[in-house]
């Protein structure tokens, strides 16, 4: 079977995978920092050397908008089935998160960008033969909202890969430089951390329940301290919350790093991993923190449920009860040897069911099952 992988982000968690079975793919990877001309006229060109000679099998769509909507042009004429690859709900949440975002900052030109991008990813989407998403909560979102019927959507998790983690020589932002300098000098503290994407609201607002429930534990353990990884346009809010909400004792111990390029060291340096969210797929994050072998303490939503079997491998809580959160850290406070049986099971389950080579069995059984799809 000859695949031709159509993508703007992470191609590798789909082209790795699928070098590791018996399919012929070949990827055609649109450069998302060019302009919108650009990649317009790279996507044409890509295509058209792609179907000129032997047409694909199948083409697996990872990218939208304009390069979304011509892939499937040239699929149809071709005559070749298209299946979209979906990380997160972008018929509904992330995008429409993103035109709120927009709007409330009071960026029209984002707002009308986004809405751009949502039409045109509805259409594309709509379109396909079929889909894979990450998870079983997106697969059920997309059936119920009539957008596919469930044999036309397969359930294949993202892969991992500890090389994803690792430093490579990249640089980090200055509050990181002065996060390190200041632990080389300073008493050793049991730390939490969340990483997220401070360019959605609903992830905003995960973190800001995270703050409400731990603020109590940050009164109570002086050896503990928060540290809160991500950039985005809510970044600047998340450190004026800091600072408005939380008295100076505590606040000291809370530290925003804006964005992290490399994140190696800071899951190297947590005892406890925290995660809320209320806009997500299968969180990157989440499975970054399982494969460093730490305790993840999580909302009980989207792909969290996939990645978390609660009390064995993370524990998962309702955010909006109130002390769960808090109750679910204090425990792992009191027993490090819970959150250390916790954090090894985490990472035994990402390297058997998220190892690259069972990740690419699954992407291409379900592509054979999704091929005769119309």
């Known amino acids: 079977m000859n695949v031709l992988v159509v993508t703007s982000h992470r191609p590798w968690e789909l082209t790795e995978p699928l070098e590791t079975t018996d399919v012929s793919v070949t990827t055609l990877e649109i450069d998302a920092s060019r302009s919108l001309v650009q990649r317009t006229i790279d996507t044409v060109r890509g295509l058209y050397r792609e179907f000129r000679g032997d047409r694909p099998d199948i083409v697996v769509v990872d990218v939208y908008e304009v390069s979304g909507l011509l892939t499937l042009l040239f699929s149809r004429l071709a005559r070749t089935n298209v299946v979209v690859r979906l990380v997160g709900d972008r018929t509904g949440g992330v995008l429409l998160d993103q035109i709120q975002s927009a709007r409330a900052s009071g960026d029209r030109r984002s ?78 503290r049991t730390r939490l951390l969340t990483v997220t994407n401070l360019k959605y609201q609903s992830k905003y607002d995960g973190v800001r329940t995270i703050l409400s429930e731990i603020t109590p534990l940050l009164g109570t353990h002086e050896d503990l301290e928060y540290v809160i990884a991500g950039g985005g346009v809510f970044e600047d809010r998340l450190r004026r919350d800091v600072i408005e909400r939380l008295p100076p004792s505590i606040r000291e111990r809370v530290t925003v790093t804006g964005y992290v390029e490399d994140v190696t060291s800071l899951y190297r340096s947590a005892d406890i991993f925290v995660y809320v969210s209320y806009l997500d797929g299968y969180p990157n994050a989440v499975l970054e923190a399982q494969g460093m072998g730490l305790p993840v303490v999580a909302n009980e939503d989207f792909g969290m449920v996939d990645q978390i079997q609660d009390g064995e491998t993370g524990l998962l809580v309702d955010p909006d009860e109130s002390g769960a ?34 990740i690419g069995t699954q992407l291409v059984s379900a592509l054979c099952r999704l091929r005769s799809a119309r």
Do not use: H
């Open 111 to 188: 707002e009308l960008v986004y809405r751009l991008m949502y039409l045109l990813s509805s259409v594309v989407i709509s379109n396909a033969d079929g889909a894979i998403v990450v998870s079983t909560d997106l697969k059920r979102t997309l059936c119920s909202r009539g957008t596919f019927r469930p044999e036309r959507v397969a359930v294949v998790p993202v892969p991992f890969r500890m090389e994803t983690l690792s430093d490579g020589g990249n640089t980090v932002d200055t509050n990181r430089r002065q996060l390190v300098q200041e632990e080389q000098v300073a008493e050793p």
């Open 325 to 358: 959160l808090r109750n679910a850290v204090e425990r792992l406070l009191e027993s490090p040897d819970e959150g250390r049986r916790l954090g090894e099971n985490a990472r035994n389950r990402v390297d058997t069911e998220n190892a690259v080579s069972v």
